[in-house]
T-cell receptor, first 115, second 114 residues
Framework: SAVISQKPSRDICQRGTSLTIQCQVD?????MFWYRQQPGQSLTLIAT?????????ESGFVIDKFPISRPNLTFSTLTVSNMSPEDSSIYLC????????????FGPGTRLLVL | GDSVTQMEGPVTLSEEAFLTINCTYT??????LFWYVQYPGEGLQLLLK?????DKGSNKGFEATYRKETTSFHLEKGSVQVSDSAVYFC?????????????FGKGTHLIIQP
């Protein structure tokens, strides 16, 4: 399976600021996904990021709040903008591929606390 | 829309006990079904998957069978170990693979006592 790394692994931020999370994959992948896991909750898909096109956002998530970049086939960033305490979550990126195929593999996550 | 429902936790068992974690789903079409596991302090890992009705996924002694008639994908293991203590997530992919985002259940925290 693909090896996925995320930076930072955790951060504590002040409300009103923004944080950019990086996701790096050790192989070229077409599809990258960003999820949020709020405390005590399940994972919720934020958006799908394909290289060379605009990200596709799920209902309840907007580009102004969660801008995403996908400059190449191994890298993506998610920015959490104008943060509030409600944004405190674990943010995970995932990619499709590897063995078995047609399966998503997840990065280690970024644990964000907003004060 | 699509949804996944799994039993609430925490589930506490003794070592060598039989494990069942229930998972049912609602989806249009023919989704693929997954179990992911999150060990303490680690990331989310694929445990097993099944892509069509009556398929059985298996890994590390865990099994789950895709039951279309009951829209279920229950996770089972015959004899659990302390090292199986983790959070288990049931998930589905409506596209049948990894091309779309996954829909997850809320997760079941499993605690195995020696």
């Amino acid at each position: 399976s693909a090896v996925i790394s995320q930076k930072p692994s955790r951060d504590i931020c002040q409300r009103g600021t923004s944080l950019t999370i990086q996701c790096q994959v050790d192989s070229q992948v077409t599809m990258m996904f960003w999820y949020r896991q709020q405390p005590g909750q399940s994972l919720t898909l934020i958006a799908t990021a394909n290289q060379g096109s605009e990200a596709t956002y799920e209902s309840g998530f907007v580009i102004d709040k969660f801008p995403i970049s996908r400059p190449n086939l191994t890298f993506s960033t998610l920015t959490v903008s104008n943060m509030s305490p409600e944004d405190s979550s674990i943010y995970l990126c995932s990619v499709e591929g590897g063995v078995p195929q047609e399966t998503q593999y997840f990065g280690p996550g970024t644990r964000l606390l907003v004060l | 829309g699509d949804s996944v429902t799994q039993m609430e936790g925490p589930v506490t068992l003794s070592e060598e006990a039989f494990l069942t974690i229930n998972c049912t789903y609602t989806a249009t079409g023919y989704p693929s079904l997954f179990w992911y596991v999150q060990y303490p302090g680690e990331g989310l890992q694929l445990l097993l998957k099944a892509t069509k009705a009556d398929d059985k996924g298996s890994n590390k002694g865990f099994e789950a069978t895709y039951r279309k008639e009951t829209t279920s994908f229950h996770l089972e293991k015959g004899s659990v170990q302390v090292s199986d203590s983790a959070v288990y997530f049931c998930a589905l992919s409506a596209s049948g693979g990894g091309a779309d985002g996954l829909t997850f259940g809320k997760g079941t925290h499993l605690i195995i006592q020696p």
